[in-house]
T-cell receptor
Framework: EDKVVQSPLSLVVHEGDTVTLNCSYEVTNFRSLLWYKQEKKAPTFLFMLTSSGIEKKSGRLSSILDKKELFSILNITATQTGDSAIYLCAVELIKTSYDKVIFGPGTSLSVIP | NAGVMQNPRHLVRRRGQEARLRCSPMKGHSHVYWYRQLPEEGLKFMVYLQKENIIDESGMPKERFSAEFPKEGPSILRIQQVVRGDSAAYFC??????????????FGAGTRLSVL
């Protein structure tokens, strides 16, 4: 059965800390891995990763994929209270007619002043 | 360009009633996905629809749940005879293509269903 696992499930840090969120997967027909940030409302897209070893970066956030070891990490440097959210990892699977996306349970990040 | 619109944002139903959740995709998007989210769990896929067609409903319970995406109007997720276990947040996402590699899914703000 295809599955996506995230760790830790929850994390509390102080402003300014650097955090690393983990995502591992066991799937067939992998196409890409996606990261989303979910605050109180809709999940918003952060990154899509398709190739191993190529870092994607957006401000203080960065992510990298290892297709051999089947995992990805999301790094957030100099955390701010606005980074508090649930971070969802998802994997896109190639299917016959469309690409299905399955999500991990998420990591709940709380950044305290 | 308005985003994915879901309504209502909050819905309270008593056991045995029907719940109707609506989703209007982004303009130009013809693909709609419904997900369910329970506390401390990720988004669980329910159903994928294109205009007037259900493409994949493998994540949707076979009884009491149904979904449609008519030619005109929003996509509807319908839950008949709701039970307490149906209480959850239901998210809708849309994309202009079925291939996520080309087009990311954009999410609505969700409908939070509470069954009393």
């Amino acid at each position: 059965e295809d599955k996506v696992v995230q760790s830790p499930l929850s994390l509390v840090v102080h402003e300014g800390d650097t955090v690393t969120l983990n995502c591992s997967y066991e799937v067939t027909n992998f196409r890409s891995l996606l990261w989303y940030k979910q605050e109180k409302k809709a999940p918003t897209f952060l990154f899509m990763l398709t190739s191993s070893g190529i870092e994607k970066k957006s401000g203080r956030l960065s992510s990298i994929l290892d297709k051999k070891e089947l995992f990805s990490i999301l790094n957030i440097t100099a955390t701010q209270t606005g980074d508090s959210a649930i971070y969802l990892c998802a994997v896109e699977l190639i299917k016959t007619s469309y690409d299905k996306v399955i999500f991990g349970p998420g990591t709940s990040l709380s950044v305290i002043p | 360009n308005a985003g994915v619109m879901q309504n209502p944002r909050h819905l309270v139903r008593r056991r045995g009633q029907e719940a109707r959740l609506r989703c209007s995709p982004m303009k130009g998007h013809s693909h709609v996905y419904w997900y369910r989210q329970l506390p401390e769990e990720g988004l669980k896929f329910m159903v994928y629809l294109q205009k007037e067609n259900i493409i994949d409903e493998s994540g949707m319970p076979k009884e009491r749940f149904s979904a449609e995406f008519p030619k005109e109007g929003p996509s509807i997720l319908r839950i008949q005879q709701v039970v307490r276990g149906d209480s959850a947040a239901y998210f809708c996402a849309s994309s202009p293509s079925s291939r996520v590699a080309k087009n990311i899914q954009y999410f609505g703000a969700g409908t939070r269903l509470s069954v009393l």
